[in-house]
């Protein structure tokens, strides 16, 4: 599920990178999937005890990570869409 939630974010990155240029935006709202998704299999779906216990704990690191991940979307969609065939 987290590694579905990296991916999401960083496709959700590169689409928005496409759409426009706000990187101070792009980049945060990019990197509040993986906390998002850390909540939800926590509490809603299928409820991990153990992820209940540190859950705070989680969402930071998730949020760095998340935030790792945006930012790599973020400079590398310029080199993806200068690509040649």
Known sequence: MMML???ATLILTI???QRSQLG???IPLAALLMPLAILFSAFIYPGDP???????MAVGVGLFFGGL???FGYFITPMLGNRLP
């Open 15 to 17: 689409y928005l990178r």
């Open 69 to 71: 991940i945006a930012s």
């Open 24 to 26: 101070l935006v792009i």
């Open 50 to 56: 153990e992820l209940q216990e540190w859950w705070l």
């Open 5 to 7: 939630a990296l991916a």
